[in-house]
């Protein structure tokens, strides 16, 4: 069970749009930053997104993140079939003594 | 341009120990905080260990604290994970990922991740 919550799969059309959210409590994504990877299995996972909505250089801007209350949101626009993956949001979780980092349950996104 | 190669990983028993390695280039290894993430096969990621730039800062998840030790040598950009006492659930794929920090905070980032090695522990 993992302490933040996404969707298991989305799916959308060639071109079309899609919303992956993730989910958590207070003291986990309403206090820190949440951060995005793009992960195909076998390969190195890729940061999409950081401090909730900044892209880092060579990311289209096709993709895009937002953060409101004890939630965060990864849109891609223009959806292509090189954008199948799977999808984790991750941040800190802060509500042990030692801090640690948590990550979704990942979503799979088929196009 | 950024790379991070895994090794080490594969086949052990039970109750065994294994060491991964990660080397590193395209970037001054001893200014950045690296982390272990691992995923078991078809699961998601879990984050397993991280070390600061100078090896003062380290920490660990739950799940590995007391049988897993993260060391690094900036002389050989190398990151290295100890692991003993390995049990069934320990079965990942291994990944290294540099942070864009020097040391572990509220606002780390993994900006550049390997391809990672298989870790299979069975008897």
């Known amino acids: 069970q993992s302490v933040l919550t996404q969707p298991p799969s989305v799916s959308a059309a060639p071109g079309q749009k899609v919303t992956i959210s993730c989910s958590g409590g207070s003291s986990i994504i309403g206090n820190n930053y949440v951060s995005w990877y793009q992960h195909v299995p076998g390969t190195a996972p890729k940061l999409l997104i950081y401090?909730?909505?900044k892209r880092p250089s060579g990311i289209p801007d096709r993709f895009s993140g937002s953060k409101s209350g004890t939630s965060a949101t990864l849109d891609i626009t223009g959806l292509q079939t090189g954008d199948e993956a799977d999808y984790y949001c991750g941040t800190w979780d802060n509500r042990l003594s030692a801090g640690r980092w948590v990550f979704g349950g990942g979503t799979k996104l088929t196009v | 341009e950024v790379q991070l190669v895994e090794s080490g990983g594969g086949l052990v028993q039970p109750g065994r120990s294994l060491r991964l390695s990660c080397v590193a280039s395209?970037?001054?290894?001893?200014?950045?905080?690296i982390h272990w993430v691992r995923q078991v096969p078809g699961k998601g990621l879990e984050w397993v260990s991280h070390?600061?730039?100078?090896?003062?800062?380290?920490g660990y998840a739950d799940s590995v604290k007391g049988r897993f030790t993260i060391s690094r040598d900036n002389a050989k950009n190398s990151l290295y994970l100890q692991m003993n006492s390995l049990t069934a659930e320990d079965t990942a794929f291994y990944y290294c990922a540099k942070d864009r920090r020097a040391a572990a905070g509220t606002d780390n980032v993994f900006d550049y991740w390997g391809r990672g090695t298989l870790v299979t522990v069975s008897s």
């Open positions: 395209g970037f001054t290894f001893d200014d950045f905080a």
């Open positions: 070390i600061s730039w100078n090896s003062a800062n380290i």
């Open positions: 401090d909730n909505s």
